[in-house]
């Protein structure tokens, strides 16, 4: 009996002489590794424990910066650390990575260095993390100037399966991972000069993103806003209470960014654009929709986009006589599929747009629009149909933009033009009732009798109800203007052809 319990002894003392000298090699590695990184970085920390047998690391009050990333942590945990795979391989094998009250700051615009830059990289292993995960944590992106472009409060973060290599940093998203869960609050993002981009919330399950109160807000009120801008420039209000992102996937292709999801639902949108057309004309040229989506410096494919019981209201102040005219879209229901500039080698599909809403609410309005965002000369259709569009609703645009009053209702009217970034050509269908114009004066108390019957005189109609369709209404686009005012000129260009005589 004896002789066996030394034999156990023996064992049990060479198994704990043999734990103290792995704990003592791989804390000797680690800090040689953690040397390294201080080396090239400004990196500390207080403590640092180590635990083979449980697979244990943690390391105390971590401070590191570096040009382009700095982080800030009371605690770093690691359980399940593969010591074996890193002395024989170099590799980091981790099952969790654990990261209490992180601030991390990203500077953007500095000089890449060893935390950015795959070929300056120290590290030549592979890393693999089963699960990162993070909690009361603060992200800020800042120019070099110290200006916050993003500031974002983690509530809680969980990365599964994320994993990094020397191949891998060289791509537009330096890591890959498999799953994203958790919560950020506070999330503020500088759009530009102009306007700011905030939400409430977002939770995050399984890749599925619920983002609750995203608003874009103007940083100056109207009149001010025109005395910041060097040109006519949309000043845009959103209000958006739900929207969701689902199975968002982040991932890189052809070493660019790409993000990639089946469907995004937007619910009550409230939209407002103002525009002053009294200020400087921006000469600029205008892109299509397909050609912005086409040239975009990020893959993005999007199956369908969702729009859901949301208004929309354009405000426009005109150069003439700088009074505000408005478009009204209420109830506005949309279907957009496949937002894609991802299958350039396979052929593409055709983006579709399907729309209905209550225009100037009153009339139903229902478009069909769709194009090729990878046709080079940025084809287009665009068809629909408006129904029971009164004078008191045209009125709301037509009186304080162009001076002009109508009298009677639109029964129907019907278009279709097809298209490319240079001309389009359609046709128009109208249904009248007694519909005539009358000119203002330039106060627009009154009507100008004189201008007014001249105007009616051409007016094909003689205050009759009536119907009239006109084929091949050319259209030339003004390409320093957007693609909404090209639309407006196929509508006008069809009205005004199908309604005067010949």
């Known amino acids: 009996m004896k002789k066996y319990i030394k034999v156990i002894l023996v064992i049990l003392g060479v198994s704990l002489v043999l734990v103290i000298g792995a704990n003592y090699y791989a804390k000797l590695q680690l800090k040689k590794a953690l040397s390294e990184v201080s080396a090239k970085n400004d990196f500390s920390y207080e403590t640092l424990d180590v635990n083979v047998l449980l697979g244990k690391v943690s390391i105390d009050n971590v401070n590191f910066k570096s040009k382009s990333f700095e982080l800030e942590s009371p605690s770093i945990k690691v359980k399940g650390f593969g010591y074996w795979s890193y002395i024989t391989s170099k590799d980091i094998s981790v099952s969790t990575l654990q990261i209490d009250a992180p601030k991390l700051k990203v500077i953007k615009g500095a000089e890449k260095d060893t935390v950015t830059s795959a070929k300056n990289h120290s590290f030549k292993g592979?890393?693999?993390?089963?699960?990162?995960?993070?909690?009361?944590?603060?992200?800020?992106?800042?120019?070099?100037?110290?200006?916050?472009?993003?500031?974002?409060?983690?509530?809680?973060?969980?990365?599964?399966?994320?994993?990094?290599?020397?191949?891998?940093?060289?791509?537009?998203?330096?890591?890959?991972?498999?799953?994203?869960?958790?919560?950020?609050?506070?999330?503020?993002?500088?759009?530009?000069?102009?306007?700011?981009?905030?939400?409430?919330?977002?939770?995050?399950?399984?890749?599925?993103?619920?983002?609750?109160?995203?608003?874009?807000?103007?940083?100056?009120?109207?009149?001010?806003?025109?005395?910041?801008?060097?040109?006519?420039?949309?000043?845009?209000?959103?209000?958006?209470?739900?929207?969701?992102?689902?199975?968002?996937?982040?991932?890189?292709?052809?070493?660019?960014?790409?993000?990639?999801?089946?469907?995004?639902?937007?619910?009550?949108?409230?939209?407002?654009?103002?525009?002053?057309?009294?200020?400087?004309?921006?000469?600029?040229?205008?892109?299509?929709?397909?050609?912005?989506?086409?040239?975009?410096?990020?893959?993005?494919?999007?199956?369908?986009?969702?729009?859901?019981?949301?208004?929309?209201?354009?405000?426009?102040?005109?150069?003439?006589?700088?009074?505000?005219?408005?478009?009204?879209?209420?109830?506005?229901?949309?279907?957009?599929?496949?937002?894609?500039?991802?299958?350039?080698?396979?052929?593409?599909?055709?983006?579709?747009?399907?729309?209905?809403?209550?225009?100037?609410?009153?009339s139903q309005l229902n478009v069909n629009w769709q194009f090729d965002i990878n046709n080079l000369n940025d084809t287009f259709n665009i068809k629909g149909e408006a129904k029971q569009v009164s004078a008191d609703a045209m009125n709301m645009f037509f009186v304080p933009a162009v001076n002009v009053k109508a009298i009677g209702t639109l029964n129907e009217l019907y278009f279709n033009y097809s298209g490319d970034k240079n001309d389009a050509l359609g046709d128009m269908r109208i249904d009248y009732s007694t519909f005539k114009v009358e000119v203002l004066r330039k106060d627009g108390s009154s009507k100008n009798r004189l201008l007014s019957g001249i105007v009616n005189l051409f007016l094909d109609n003689n205050e009759k109800d009536g119907r009239v369709t006109k084929q091949d209404v050319s259209v030339t686009r003004d390409k320093t203007k957007s693609f909404w005012n090209y639309f407006w000129l196929c509508i006008r260009n069809g009205a005004l052809q199908s309604l005067t005589k010949s």
């Open 126 to 362: 592979d890393i693999s993390i089963g699960n990162i995960k993070t909690s009361n944590g603060y992200l800020d992106v800042i120019n070099e100037g110290d200006e916050k472009n993003i500031s974002i409060k983690l509530s809680n973060i969980n990365f599964k399966s994320f994993k990094t290599s020397q191949e891998i940093l060289k791509n537009g998203l330096p890591f890959n991972y498999e799953s994203l869960s958790g919560s950020l609050d506070s999330v503020y993002v500088k759009m530009n000069f102009y306007q700011d981009l905030k939400v409430q919330s977002i939770k995050i399950e399984d890749n599925n993103f619920n983002v609750n109160n995203l608003s874009i807000t103007p940083k100056y009120e109207r009149a001010e806003f025109q005395n910041v801008i060097p040109y006519e420039k949309d000043l845009i209000t959103l209000n958006v209470p739900e929207l969701k992102l689902n199975n968002l996937k982040i991932d890189t292709l052809n070493d660019e960014l790409s993000l990639k999801t089946p469907s995004i639902v937007v619910v009550n949108a409230d939209c407002n654009i103002y525009r002053d057309k009294t200020h400087t004309d921006d000469v600029r040229i205008k892109p299509m929709y397909s050609e912005m989506l086409r040239n975009l410096n990020f893959g993005l494919d999007i199956n369908a986009l969702q729009i859901q019981s949301s208004k929309l209201v354009y405000e426009e102040r005109a150069e003439g006589t700088k009074k505000i005219g408005k478009v009204l879209l209420e109830n506005l229901n949309a279907t957009i599929k496949d937002i894609n500039n991802t299958s350039k080698n396979d052929g593409g599909k055709l983006t579709t747009a399907n729309i209905s809403t209550n225009f100037m609410g009153t």
